[in-house]
């Protein structure tokens, strides 16, 4: 596309936005064009749980949600009185490939003595089963209490990022058998040979990666600690492990520090992905006019008695406790990032760059983490006529097609 066409397109869509009431919520990963689309017109650019806060909490009737399948429908989810449109229904996510809702059913049947904690990317209907979701940025604080309440846990879909949070909770888990294509693919010896090219630079790994991948890092973390410890931290390079999607947000932020993709080909591998998830790509410009325009890719999440859903345990008065630090060296584990905690138990949203160390309460941060979370659900769930009779299902996840690795072996031992 030219770049006269996109600049008729992107005036279509400033001028519709206003006409329909609605805004862009983009994905760090989503091209640079689309972030600074939806910022530029009073949306917002974040991670996945971000994302779906601020179109729970923006006052337009319309979200247009530039990133993949789950993102559309969590924010449908918890705004379920908002029409959620996305560029490209088919912009997925290999974490909810690979993990099937009526496999997950039979995986949790057969551990019923395992509370269930859900990565965000994953279907409606494998949300449905679980007793918790979480994000990347707030997975360790949950297994971290559980484990203190002396629950035993059953973790989905991403194997790499609760091998993580197993190593640094300790706690007994049970893992699916998933991989986001994206960081599964660094390689740890490309990195280090990339790290002895540039000595001063500071390795960011996204903790959905591999472990020796893992092992490197300076700092594991979300996309939004990874951008933090860009912004404040004291190195003037990074070599960032994520989808490099992300360096344009991260540049913006940040335009004196040097950003290095960490490699995902070389010596010891060739890269299919690329370090750039082909989904997010499916998001464009013109997918955006139509949704406007002809209201194009409207995310439903619909209802089923089937009884393959249980509903959920909503978890409002839990009242969690996090004691914080238990960790074998004495320092606390590097989980929660505090701006996330700070976004989650207040109403406002301040740019990353402006967050300083924050004093944060945990009881009050669990607290509002789980209220955000589960209140549109439940709100969703009752509204439907009580949780009993209802669960979610998800008409695109039953169909979806299944990863090998996931039909060859849904479980990993301990
Ligand atoms: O939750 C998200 O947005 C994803 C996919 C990653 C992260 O670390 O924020």
């Known amino acids: 596309m030219s770049d006269k066409e996109k600049d008729s397109i992107k005036q279509r869509i400033r001028e519709l936005l206003k006409a329909r009431n609605a805004v862009i919520v983009a994905h760090y990963y989503v091209d640079g064009d689309i972030q600074d689309l939806a910022l530029e017109t009073g949306g917002f650019v974040a991670d996945s749980l971000e994302m779906a806060r601020f179109g729970k909490n923006h006052p337009a009737k319309n979200l247009i949600v530039a990133g993949v399948r789950f993102m559309g429908e969590t924010a449908k989810i918890l705004s379920p009185e908002k029409r959620v449109f996305m560029p490209d229904l088919d912009a997925t996510c290999s974490l909810d490939l690979g993990c099937d809702a009526s496999?997950?059913?039979?995986?949790r049947a057969a551990h019923p003595d395992r509370e269930v904690v859900v990565y965000a990317n994953?279907?409606?209907a494998v949300k449905a089963q679980a007793d918790w979701m979480v994000t990347s940025s707030c997975a360790l604080a949950i297994v971290h209490q559980l484990k203190l309440e002396g629950k035993k846990i059953l973790w989905a879909p991403d194997r790499h990022l609760g091998r993580y949070i197993q190593e640094q909770t300790g706690a007994d888990m049970l893992l699916w058998n998933g991989a986001c294509i994206v960081h599964d693919e660094f390689k740890a010896a490309e990195l280090e040979i990339l790290k002895a090219a540039h000595p001063n630079a500071k390795i960011l790994v996204h903790p959905e990666s591999?472990?020796?991948?893992v092992d490197l890092a300076d700092v594991v973390g979300s996309t939004s600690a990874m951008i933090k410890a860009v912004v404040e931290g004291s190195a003037n390079e990074y070599i960032v492990a994520t989808d490099k999607g992300i360096l344009h947000r991260m540049r913006q932020?940040?335009?004196n520090k040097k950003l290095i993709e960490a490699?995902?080909?070389?010596?010891?591998a060739t890269c299919k992905?690329?370090?750039h998830c082909p989904w997010m790509a499916m998001n464009g410009l013109q997918g955006i006019?139509?949704?406007?325009?002809?209201?194009?890719?409207?995310i439903h999440v619909s209802y089923a008695s089937d009884g393959m859903v249980t509903g959920f345990r909503i978890s409002l008065e839990t009242g969690l406790a996090i004691d914080g630090d238990d960790s074998a060296d004495g320092t606390q584990p590097d989980y929660c990032e505090k701006d996330r905690l700070f976004s989650l138990i207040t109403s406002e949203l301040p740019p990353i760059s402006e967050l300083g160390d924050l004093p944060v309460d945990p009881v009050e941060f669990a607290n509002g983490f789980m209220h955000f979370l589960f209140r549109g659900i439940s709100d969703f769930f009752m509204s439907a006529g009580g949780l009993s009779a209802f669960g979610f299902?998800?008409?695109a996840a039953s169909t979806a097609p299944k990863t090998a690795a996931t039909l060859e072996n849904p479980m990993l031992a301990r």
């Open 103 to 107: 496999d997950f059913a039979t995986f």
């Open 122 to 124: 994953t279907s409606a």
């Open 210 to 213: 591999p472990q020796a991948v």
């Open 253 to 255: 932020l940040a335009p």
């Open 263 to 268: 490699p995902t080909a070389g010596n010891s």
């Open 273 to 275: 992905s690329c370090a």
């Open 289 to 298: 006019l139509d949704c406007l325009e002809n209201e194009s890719g409207e």
């Open 393 to 395: 299902i998800n008409d």
